[in-house]
Structure formats: C-alpha cells, structure tokens
C-alpha cells in the first residue's frame, strides 16, 4: 500500500466518521424530542406496517432491529404514553399483542420524513444535481461495500 493509498484511505475514513456524527445528528434527542431507540422503532413500524395490518409484536420488532425484547418494550411504553402507538390483540389470537402506530404517530413520522427531505434538497442545491447524483451513486457502492466486507469481519471474528 502506497503513501498515497494510506492518505486517501485516512481521508475517505475521517469523511465517513463525519457523516455518521452528522447523520447521528438527525437523530438528535434534543430536535425530535425523542431517544433515537424510540425514533428507530417509529420508522422500523411505519414501515413495516400498513393501514389495516394487525401490527407488529414486540418479538418482531426485537428480531428484525436486533434489540432485546424488554428495551422494545421500554420504548414501546413511552411511545404509548406519548401516544404514538397503541396496542391491540391480535384477532387471531388474544393473546398476542400487535403494536401499530396511531394517527398522531403517523404525522410525528412524516413531520420528520419531511424535515429530513428539505435537508437533502437543500444539499442538493448545494451540491448541485450532477454531483448530487454522483455522490448517491458512490454512496450506494461505498455502503454495498461496506456491508459486504462488515460480514467478513464478522466472520473472521467468530472463526477466532
């Protein structure tokens, strides 16, 4: 590896760093009033469940974020108490409980969804559209990438 390589590579890993603080800031408890345990759980249900769907259990939504059980629900509790989401049983079976979000949820997520769009517009002006396009491009690959090579480190780790 050439000097080269190591201070692009240096550049390349400062530049991503910066966008995770940033991208972190998005997120920032302060702005949304929100732990962003409990934004990832708003997004991760208006996402995963349509109007007319039973809902989501607590088990689904642990498994698919890779969080335990009791945080989901220590998130699920403060949302119900700010009255984000409710909860139901599950027709087929009482049982289960199914967790959707309410009205006043589904405008608190597009609040934030149109908050966050006029950021990027905004940096699209910025930037321009040519190397607007440019930047999604090599994000995309940059983040393909990283995903990919994140499972063999993984990997290489649990092979130890």
Known sequence: MSNEQKAIAKQLMESYFQSQVSGNMMQNRAVYNQKPGEIMVLYFISMN???????????????????????????????????????????ADRRVVRIRLTEQGKAYIQRINEARLNMFVDLVNHLGEEESKQFADLMKKASEYMLKQQALYIRSFSAE
Request: no cysteine.
């Open 49 to 91: 469940v349509r109007d007319g769907d039973a809902g989501l259990m607590v088990s689904e939504i642990s498994g698919k974020l890779n969080v335990t059980s009791p945080t989901i629900t220590q998130h699920i509790n403060s949302l119900e108490a700010q009255e984000l989401v409710s909860r139901h049983a599950d027709p």
